[in-house]
Nanobody
Framework: VHLVESGGALVQSGGSLRLSCAAS????????IKWYRQGPGEGRDWVAI???????DYAHFVKGRFTGSRDNFKNTVYLQMNRLKSDDSATYYC????????????WGQGTQVTVSS
C-alpha cells in the first residue's frame, strides 16, 4: 500500500489549491480515503473523508471551503481547497486503512501548504 500526496504550495490568503493523493498497492475503488493535516507543534487533525461510494464528510473548520473527490480510473483522490486562511497552513496527509495492521492505516509522506496573510 502506497500513498503519495502532491499539490502543496505557498498561496495567499483567500486563494485556492488542489491537493492530490495517488494510491497504489490495493483495490483503490473499494476503500475510503481520509485527509488529515498537521500544523507546526500540533497534533494531526482529521480534515475530510472521501468514501468508496464517492460521498464525503468534512471537519467543521473546512466545511464549505474544501471539497474532496476521487478518480477511480487514476487511483487518485483530490482535495480542492478554496478561500484558504492562514490557519490552513499545515502538512496535509492522506490515509487509508486496508488491513488490521497498521492499526492507524497507511500514510503518505505529506505535502506542505502555507497560506500567507
Amino acid at each position: 500500500v502506497h500513498l503519495v500526496e502532491s499539490g502543496g504550495a505557498l498561496v495567499q490568503s483567500g486563494g485556492s489549491l488542489r491537493l492530490s493523493c495517488a494510491a497504489s498497492g490495493f483495490t483503490f475503488s473499494k476503500y475510503n480515503i481520509k485527509w488529515y493535516r498537521q500544523g507546526p507543534g500540533e497534533g494531526r487533525d482529521w480534515v475530510a473523508i472521501i468514501r468508496a461510494d464517492g460521498s464525503t464528510d468534512y471537519a467543521h473548520f473546512v466545511k464549505g471551503r474544501f471539497t474532496g473527490s476521487r478518480d477511480n480510473f487514476k487511483n487518485t483522490v483530490y482535495l480542492q481547497m478554496n478561500r484558504l486562511k492562514s490557519d490552513d497552513s499545515a502538512t496535509y496527509y492522506c490515509n487509508v486503512k486496508v488491513a488490521e495492521h497498521p492499526p492507524d492505516g497507511t500514510w503518505g509522506q505529506g505535502t506542505q501548504v502555507t497560506v500567507s496573510s
